[in-house]
């Protein structure tokens, strides 16, 4: 269902609030929680994610008084509810009872109670007994009118390897397959003598005396992800026997392997994501932002929802630092800039027990009288002055490609070297994007539904899996007049992790006009690259961890290996195909001069994308018609305001946006102060303005 997100805010504004975990407390607490809430501007609170053997201390015996108070209470005071169905952590009751239902590890360690999330995704006495307790959830809250969302389990993940899944994953090979033969043909078990004469014999990857069948584990992978998503939608349907339209959502945590989000998009009524980004990272910000352009991408470029994110410091690091109200207010703006409706948290009030006792929360366990509930009142109060920008879209004409399947297939053992992580290639290529002040959506490559021609420029860092329809369509778009950056040790293999057969890239070499016929580790130092094309020429660059044997079939040479195995090699070159341009950048390119960076500046120069970069750590973002300015570092900074309208939309750039008051004239939506559209501001440490063209 699209616009589920649309139906809260509609009515909530700009979402506030987090898990609350009213189980763990007293009812003079609840009192207490409610109240505090209200002066925080708290809307929305998820409950229950961990309540399943408080609702339900023995199979069948159910307990409600409880929560019937509690949101009673919330209700009452006006907060709203994200109800989960509390099945990620079964009560000790169900593995006692049902030892099957534990999950097992690839070694065949069977997990045990006494933590969370240990279910088997297969296990039937799991799936019946949280079936149970989502029709008993649902059945009494869904005409309550504090519930305005359902949150079903919470970040799925479980991986298992037990008998029954192994079952499970013959089913849907079989599905996938349909013959044997096929299944042979697909996995190459000719390699190492795995051919299989009886689908009994398949397993699941557990450990081996050496490494896995590629391609077993990349479906392994997608079996893994899809049984998930079965529990989800079996939640689901759960649900909706009795709430025919609230939304359905579960939280995803950005960038983890366990699922492919990609798969699950179409029955997540809300996209919500749950993100920590680690206050210790020099790029926190910057991958910060990278995961934020993830979200917004699953939405299909629409508003997205932070469901989780920590008020200060986190307790799972192995050292926690602490983060500052004032660098939280930057992580929680950044993401309404990027397209987020709503900031929640993990979690309301501070646990004194338990395992997450140490991880911060909106309310510490030290009270309201501490500088991290005073942040998150402030920062409740500047929310309710935004609520404009709900719903707006984000300003960006840029693309970042990555899909799971390549993720998954990159990162599996035996590769031409393992230091190439590509994760960290697209993060590192998006920290570039975030210097030059270059907004991106981060899509799959191997997905028909995306709309690459809505973007100037697509990049694809790290696309290692091509298969050949994802060819085809990047074909197309470039030949139709885009442009595309093609990243080092992409093209290699399809979307079963066998080699493409001919020079490399080979679903994409006459788009790219160059082609490899080998993958070079270098040697630790890197090889000098040296720049000749046109314009290009005396710029000095590094090449590290990996290059590719590459020649120009008619695409113009821009760099040069000068040094070590690669030497005379093409390592940068650019070509026309059709009425766009192709960069290809075959290896990992360090500055300072003949960086990364000026490949990609050079690059949206080519394809007519302004570059919105105001000095380091300043990021700034349109949305609608309103700049959110961010100064993401501990010193201060300017805000050119003149240089940020040249970026943003072109209703904007233009001045035609209808008003009486004049698009030169930039209202602070925070304090109410006009600034001139020419000004030159101070950004004080960590501060953020957002200043709307027009009237606000
Ligand atoms: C995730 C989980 C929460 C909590 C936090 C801690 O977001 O969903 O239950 O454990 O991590 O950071
Ligand atoms: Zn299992």
Known sequence: MAGGLARLTDELGILYGGDYNPEQWDREVWREDVALMREAGVNLVTVGVFSWSHLEPRPGEYRFAWLDEVLDLLHDAGIAVDLATPVASPPPWLGHRHPESLPTTADGTVLSYGSRNQFCPSSDAYRTAAVAIAEQVAARYARHPAVRMWHAGNEYGQVCFCDRCAERFRDWLRARYGTLDDLNAAWATAVWSQEYGDWAEILPPRVAPYHHNPAQELDFRRFGSDLLLDLYREQKAVVRRHDRDRPVTTNLMGFFGGIDPHDWRADLDVVADDAYPDPASPDAAADAALVNHLARGLAGGGSWLRMEQAASAVSWREHNLTKSPERLRTEVLQALAHGCDGALFFQWRQARSGPERFHSAMLPVAGADTAVHQGVRSLGAELRALRGLVGEPVHRRVALLWDWTSWW???????????????????????????????????????????????????????????????????????????????????????????????????????????????????????????????????????????????????????????????????????????GRTWYVGTALAGPAGGLGDVLRAALDDAGVPLGGQGPGVETVWRGGVLVAINHADRAATLDLAAARAVGPAAVRDA??????????????????????????????YDVVVLATGRP
Not at 557 to 578: E, N
Not at 659 to 685: E, K, N, Q, W, Y
């Open 409 to 579: 297939a990159a990162t599996q053992v035996a590769l031409p070297t393992a230091r190439l992580d590509p994760l960290a290639t697209l993060q590192a290529w998006h920290r570039e994007l975030w210097r030059l002040g270059v907004v991106a959506d981060v899509v799959p490559a191997d997905r028909a539904d995306v709309a690459l021609h809505d973007y100037d420029l697509v990049l694809a860092p790290a696309q290692y899996v091509l298969d050949n329809d994802s060819a085809a369509r990047l074909d197309a778009y470039v030949a139709g007049g885009g442009h595309l950056v093609w990243g080092p040790f992409g093209g290699v293999a399809d979307g079963l992790s066998h080699l493409h057969a001919g020079r490399s890239p080979a679903p994409l070499r006459h788009v790219l006009g160059v082609s490899a016929e080998e993958w070079v580790p270098l040697p630790d130092g890197g090889s000098a690259v040296a720049w000749s094309g046109a314009g290009v020429e005396g710029l000095r660059g590094t090449a590290a961890t990996l290059g590719e044997r590459t020649r120009s079939d008619g695409a113009d040479v821009l760099a040069t290996y000068d040094d070590g195995p690669l030497a005379g090699c093409v390592a940068v070159a650019r070509h026309a195909h059709g009425s």
């Open 656 to 685: 035609t946006v209808p008003t009486d008051v004049p698009t030169d004239v930039l209202t602070d939506l925070l304090t109410g102060a006009r600034h001139d559209g020419s000004a030159t501001l101070p950004l004080a440490p």
